[in-house]
């Protein structure tokens, strides 16, 4: 960065180093932050870093001109609703709702919220319509891990959410985002499932409702952790084969006892200890990994 002094005050610029190295996308989150703050105010500064990043990458212009475009619609058309809402009478708090709804992610506005009503409703329906709650209750146990996972890989990337480009761009972007939208995804489906559990026909010795929370707690860490790799539909369609692959395939297919049988997976000390060690180490996985966040799917 360059300085500048003009009556005893001193400001600084972004130098054409510091351009080159924001536009190529190793830069520390620190630095990023401060370079896009100045350019907000700095013309020159901005018309610097604005040549780098095309210079660096040439797609960058059509896309950047057609982000700015959704995005001025999308305010537009919120600037809109807002204005139709308090015509009509609508409370703020709706308004607030429906963004912190559009905050919390792409995974809260589409098709899994739905397949999660789905699954429960569909799993009530057959232990009291058909009457096989002593195989239901087993069943939702195998598949409730998989369904967070449906909903973190929606969370994150350019192929689910139409403001990644923008919302990657940010310091609240990378890790900060994706770990606040799997939580959201983790505030919805954990007691949906979890009661849907409980209200099935209990039956003597038979699997605890909530014995899928911590298998599901480290298989969404370990789709965190691979996705710092491969990024995040990947890392959470990884997963999730591999445990349809493991516990899921057999106990839908093979018999009526199978799912009976893949609760050996959840039930006990040794089951629960080992799902635990693993959550601590992807969890520890993806803190080292972090960083990686911050220019993964931004292309």
């Not at 130098?15 to 350019?39: C, F, I, N, Q």
């Not at 040439?58 to 999308?74: I, M, S, T």
């Not at 708090?93 to 699954?119: E, K, N």
């Not at 569909?122 to 998989?146: D, F, I, M, N, S």
């Amino acid at each position: 960065m360059t300085t500048t002094g003009g009556g005893g005050a001193h400001r600084w610029h972004v130098s054409e180093e510091l351009a080159g190295r924001y536009a190529a996308g190793p830069l520390p989150e620190t630095d990023a932050w401060s370079v896009e703050k100045h350019t907000e105010a700095c013309g020159d500064c901005a018309v610097l870093v604005s040549s780098a990043v095309r210079a660096v990458r040439p797609g960058a212009g059509p896309v950047l001109d057609g982000v700015r475009a959704r995005l001025l619609a999308a305010v537009a058309a919120e600037g809109a609703a807002a204005r139709d809402g308090a015509a009509a009478g609508v409370p703020r708090p709706a308004v607030r709702t429906g963004r912190l709804l559009w905050a919390a992610g792409p995974a809260l506005r589409g098709a899994w919220l739905s397949a999660l009503v789905l699954v429960t409703v569909g799993a009530l329906a057959l232990a009291y319509g058909a009457g096989a709650g002593e195989t239901v209750r087993p069943l939702l146990l195998v598949v409730a891990p998989v369904l967070p996972l449906a909903g973190v890989a929606l969370s994150y990337g350019r192929h689910s959410d139409p403001m990644h480009e923008i919302t990657a761009a940010t310091p609240s972007g990378g890790l900060r985002l994706l770990l606040t939208r799997t939580v959201a995804v983790l505030a919805v489906s954990v007691p949906v499932l979890t009661l849907a559990g409980a209200a099935l026909p209990g039956s003597t010795g038979g699997p605890g409702a909530a014995l899928w929370l911590l298998p599901g707690l480290a298989m969404t860490l370990a789709a965190l952790a691979l996705g710092s790799y491969v990024g995040c539909r990947a890392g959470a369609g990884a997963v999730a084969v591999v445990w349809a692959a493991v516990a899921v395939g057999p106990a839908v297919t093979a018999s009526p006892l199978a799912p009976a049988e893949a609760v050996r997976y959840f039930t006990g000390p040794g089951a629960q200890g080992c799902w635990a060690a693993g959550a601590l180490v992807c969890a520890v996985l993806l803190a080292l990994r972090r960083r990686s966040f911050d220019h993964l799917e931004t292309a």
